[in-house]
């Protein structure tokens, strides 16, 4: 697929991977509508990228909101014209606390940025990309998470709903066969951004913002130690939509986790209580 001249929303695009992937799109010569529900960091972010004269809009966008997300699309549409390629990327953690302790509030909030922004995603960025007919393709921020549960971090609840991302990705791939929209889960190891400060960003209905000084302490500093440029993450979603490539890994991967859990799951399989089909 060609990305230059096309247009592209990317969604947690005021910093790190969302920031990453936005300025790689805009490198590659598509138009950018950087969507992040912190108005001033995104249009900061925005002017520091047109500075380069990149054609970028930014907007606010609450990915938990339908109509949030239907309005910001409504101003790419007015901007640009015709979308093309959709990155549902915003996300926030959830580590340091046991499932049987993890409040409600964090259950909502975990479930309605990382599973419902993608939902919203799927149900308003992909109509518009196919009513088109012109070539697009969907990038949905899933994480190494989303393969495995990483012991000795309490990262159920983070982990499951990068899960429900994969899969829900996965059932895009095959619906949209036959199309000329190609689909990407995007799968990042350590990346160095400020993902660790997710809560501080939580909106009103789902609470407000919250610190959390122990669990981000240990989430940045790990992320600091291991993670690699944000940048090079655009690079990949650039390779991904080019190459046409689904499962996008890219940073550090525990590759024996992986390939141990799907061992597991085989050998589950080999029972007289399962039967092919």
Not at 2 to 14: C, L
Request: hydrophobic share 45%; charged share 20%; with cysteine.
């Amino acid at each position: 697929m060609e990305i230059s001249g096309k247009t592209a929303i990317v969604t947690g695009a005021a910093s790190g991977i969302g920031l990453g992937i936005a300025t790689a799109l805009a490198e590659a010569g598509a138009n950018v509508v950087m969507a992040d529900i912190e108005k001033d960091a995104v249009e900061q972010a925005a002017h520091l990228l047109s500075g380069t004269n990149k054609q970028v809009l930014p907007v606010r966008i609450d990915v938990t909101q339908e109509q949030s997300v239907i309005d910001a699309l409504a101003e790419a549409e007015r901007r640009f014209g015709k979308l093309h390629i959709a990155c549902n990327n915003a996300g926030i953690p959830m580590h340091g606390t046991r499932l049987v302790d993890v409040p409600l509030a964090d259950w909502a909030f975990v479930l309605g940025v990382n599973v419902w922004g993608v939902i919203h995603g799927i149900r308003h960025f992909v109509p518009a990309i196919l009513k088109h007919g012109e070539p697009g393709h969907v990038v949905n921020t899933a994480s190494v998470a989303a393969t495995q549960n990483r012991r000795g971090t309490n990262q159920g609840p983070y982990s499951m709903s990068k899960y429900a991302v994969l899969s829900l990705t996965e059932a895009l791939e095959h619906e949209l066969e036959g199309t000329n929209v190609g689909v990407t889960a995007l799968c990042p190891g350590p990346i160095a951004t400020n993902l660790a400060q997710g809560a501080r960003h939580r909106p009103d209905h789902l609470g407000g913002p919250e610190l959390r000084p122990g669990a981000e302490a240990v989430m940045a500093e790990r992320l600091a130690r291991t993670g690699i440029d944000p940048k090079l993450v655009g690079e990949r979603v650039i390779d991904a939509i080019h190459s046409k490539i689904f499962y996008a890994f890219v940073s550090a991967v525990p590759v024996d986790v992986i390939k141990a859990r799907h061992r597991r799951i085989e050998a589950a399989l080999e029972t007289r209580w399962a039967t092919p089909y």
